[in-house]
DNA sequence: ACAAGAAATGAATGCTGATTCACTTGTTAT
DNA sequence: ATAACAAGTGAATCAGCATTCATTTCTTGT
């Protein structure tokens, strides 16, 4: 009886596993998950190609973890304006507004986790984690419901269209053929903001007829 | 002087790229972007692979041209419904419902249209439509605006939102997993047809605060 | 019928990265 | 120091398809 893992080992690994994690999304927060190849996570990562099997099953399994960190963040972030003060609708808007605002500052990891054509297995992760925005949204929309500030309506249908009318206002915005040339350019985007936000609140304070 | 390219070779040409047009179609409808092979593609319209790229470019371009074909029809219904009788909101209503419910009774079809992950050629063309639903939307904004039934708005950014609402509130149930089991299960979807259409109209007739 | 060329064929090739694995290096307990 | 085993390495392999191209088959005008 000889090698036992130890605790500094597993810290280590643990580490190395964190640096993959990093490296592998600061390329995916670079050229999207279209150009991040093993290889090059590898060699930021100064480790070799195998080692990264050595932490995870695959690549897809890898990026979907990419994903699942990065996204988990926005979410949190979108549970935390929705639970700060005042009443559903104005929460409401202070979380979009936020959402948008942060994504056309990091254009280039929003698309990616927004748009970009990735492999089924981070679609999947994707797929999820849009179902966690909506429902979200969709708890507040009820809040709203049961204080009497919005109107009976199927909050999860409204906010599926909510998810929806905010993921695609800013796809063009974001789009890397958009992006790529006034990067520096300071495009004034309040006025988008503006009207995604109005539509969404609109699409939900409404009156059925 | 002996083969000269006559009127019934150009014909014949034409019906053979049409069939794999056809069949290429019918792949796609039937499993999405995803496995629809070149080889495939081949086999069913009876021809060698070869013979696919006499008539197409790359296998890119091909379903590039499926994609423009299949969407295009998609897009002239829907201008169809949009020119129609009534007030812009009837109008509107009427194509919004009318899309949703043709997309949900070819859900393969739609789902790859929408929102399968495809090439950057076929994602191109994609953009392209969305934009082109978007423009008709916003046509009918503007008359409903200068009509006086549509309150003042940024046209260009409600019916951006408008397309993603549709499109995401469709993606879960067309999505093939959902699609896959129950795929006879004659699921009611009216409530949610109702909803999305609630939902878009709401964010275009309200009023901005 | 035949020559000149076009179109069709499909097996062989090529490409792009992900993945593997025989080997090297590092770690632990004795 | 050494045995026992784990972790790390990276060149070689593999896989999945798209694409090519030498060869064969078909068309046409004379």
């Keep these: 009886m000889a090698y036992r893992e130890t605790e500094k080992m597993r810290q280590r690994k643990a580490l190395a596993r964190q640096r993959i994690l990093d490296c592998a999304r600061s390329r995916v927060s670079e050229g999207g998950f279209r150009n991040a190849q093993i290889s090059q996570v590898a060699s930021q990562a100064e480790v070799a ?8 099953e ?9 994903f699942r960190a990065a996204t988990e963040q926005e979410v949190a972030r979108v549970a935390k304006d929705l639970a700060g003060d ?3 609708i104005e ?3 202070r979380a979009l507004q936020r959402f948008a605002r942060r994504a056309l500052r990091a254009p280039t990891m929003a698309w990616a986790l927004i748009a970009e054509p990735v492999d089924p297995r981070v679609e999947a992760e994707r797929l999820l984690y849009r179902r966690a925005y909506a ?9 709203g419901m049961a204080a009497g500030t919005l109107p009976a309506q199927e909050a999860r249908h409204s906010s599926t269209c909510l998810v929806g009318a905010i ?3 800013l796809v063009g915005p974001l789009s890397p053929t958009q992006t790529a040339h006034h990067e520096t350019s300071i495009t004034d985007h309040e006025p988008l903001v503006k009207t995604i936000v109005g539509f969404c609140l609109q699409g939900v304070t409404g009156t059925r007829r």
């Design 91 to 93: 929460r409401l808007e």
């Design 58 to 66: 695959s690549k897809e399994e890898l990026f979907a973890e990419v």
């Design 86 to 88: 005042g009443d559903a």
């Design 135 to 143: 429902e979200l949204f969709e708890t507040a929309i009820r809040e």
């Design 49 to 56: 190609t195998g080692t990264i099997y050595r932490h995870f």
């Design 167 to 169: 993921a695609e206002s």
